[in-house]
């Protein structure tokens, strides 16, 4: 028979979420964030990530806090593409040129164009990439749809610059059997590219040159600076990690050198979940207000 006396079972506390932001050094200033206006719908953050032939991806776009205080669109986008018959994984990232007014919608096209664009180069069998075709094709999106919208069928290259420009930077990473992957990759305008490894960033395109900044500040964007396509190859071994950008992201990272950059790289040793990685992508630091853009992606067997 049970005692009368015995102990009962501690009640367990419920789990408790931490509030509000993740922190490094100095916080931004907490706002109520606006519920942006605009069509089509463009949500405040999107996350994504999975893994795919030993490649781990983890992949966010998060509204800065100047949109978010005004109440205006996020103009950053990415996506994510898998391809089986090679055994690949495409990725792009984009960053809307923030003085044209429908650069959100650039951002959102050129990514996806430019992901069809490698994965058909892929299905035909090309194992060296045509970047200029990849980006000619991102920038004949922008123009297509400036025609439909202005309902000018003889609207060109100019006129989509005017309301739709954006930057670009895409990779294809291919797994090889000896747990290596081969990344080719390419970009026009600022959006940059780095190897993070042993906390050293290893700029692969943009992040320390200033290539892809126009004289006076201005950045080259799609659909006008088609032409000036950067283009670069690299190899991501474990234990490395692929990091490819917004400048949202790589102007308070600072190459490394900065307390964003002894965070992130402490951080992105091993994958985080799906949710954590847009959690601490969406950090509060002081006088970076941008929308942030990153997508990480760690070679077979970088987190065993």
């Known amino acids: 028979?049970?005692?009368?006396?015995?102990?009962?079972?501690?009640?367990?506390?419920?789990?408790?979420?931490?509030?509000?932001?993740?922190?490094?050094?100095?916080?931004?200033?907490?706002?109520?964030?606006?519920?942006?206006?605009g069509e089509p719908y463009r949500p405040d953050t999107i996350v994504d990530g999975g893994s795919a032939?030993?490649?781990?991806?983890?992949?966010?776009?998060?509204?800065?806090?100047?949109?978010?205080w005004s109440a205006g669109p996020r103009q950053d986008d990415l996506c994510l593409r898998r391809h089986e018959p090679t055994g690949s994984v495409i990725a792009a990232v984009a960053d809307g040129v923030s003085g044209a007014p429908r650069s959100d919608l650039g951002a959102a096209l050129a990514v996806r164009a430019a992901v069809a664009a490698v994965a058909r180069q892929l299905d035909a069998g090309r194992e060296?990439?045509?970047?200029?075709?990849?980006?000619?094709?991102?920038?004949?999106?922008?123009v297509e749809e400036h025609r439909r919208a202005s309902a000018d069928p003889g609207a060109g290259v100019r006129q989509a610059g005017e309301t739709l420009s954006t930057t670009l930077l895409v990779a294809a990473l291919t797994s090889r059997a000896d747990g290596r992957a081969q990344v080719q990759l390419a970009h026009v305008g600022d959006s940059p590219a780095f190897l993070l490894s042993k906390r050293r960033y290893e700029a692969i395109l943009g992040g320390e040159d200033g290539a892809g900044t126009l004289i006076g500040g201005g950045v080259e964007a799609l659909p006008r600076a088609a032409r000036?396509?950067?283009?670069?190859?690299?190899?991501?071994?474990?234990?490395?990690?692929?990091?490819?950008?917004?400048?949202?992201?790589?102007?308070?990272?600072?190459?490394?050198?900065?307390?964003?950059?002894?965070?992130?790289?402490?951080?992105?040793?091993?994958?985080?979940?799906?949710?954590?990685?847009?959690?601490?992508?969406?950090?509060s630091r002081s006088?970076?207000?941008?929308?942030?853009?990153?997508?990480?992606?760690?070679?077979?067997q970088s987190h065993s």
């Not at 102990?7 to 942006?36: T, W």
């Not at 990439?129 to 999106?141: G, I, N, T």
């Not at 050198?257 to 979940?273: H, M, N």
């Open 1 to 37: 028979m049970a005692s009368e006396t015995s102990a009962r079972p501690a009640r367990r506390r419920p789990p408790r979420f931490s509030r509000g932001p993740f922190v490094i050094g100095e916080p931004s200033a907490a706002i109520d964030a606006g519920l942006a206006a």
């Open 53 to 68: 032939f030993g490649l781990t991806v983890r992949a966010a776009s998060v509204r800065g806090l100047s949109k978010r």
């Open 128 to 142: 060296e990439l045509d970047w200029q075709e990849v980006f000619s094709h991102a920038a004949w999106a922008l």
């Open 228 to 283: 000036n396509v950067r283009s670069a190859r690299c190899e991501l071994v474990s234990p490395a990690v692929l990091l490819l950008a917004t400048d949202g992201f790589a102007l308070p990272l600072a190459a490394g050198a900065s307390e964003v950059g002894a965070v992130f790289a402490r951080e992105l040793k091993s994958p985080r979940t799906i949710v954590d990685f847009a959690r601490l992508l969406d950090f």
């Open 287 to 300: 006088t970076y207000d941008d929308d942030r853009t990153l997508v990480a992606v760690w070679p077979p």
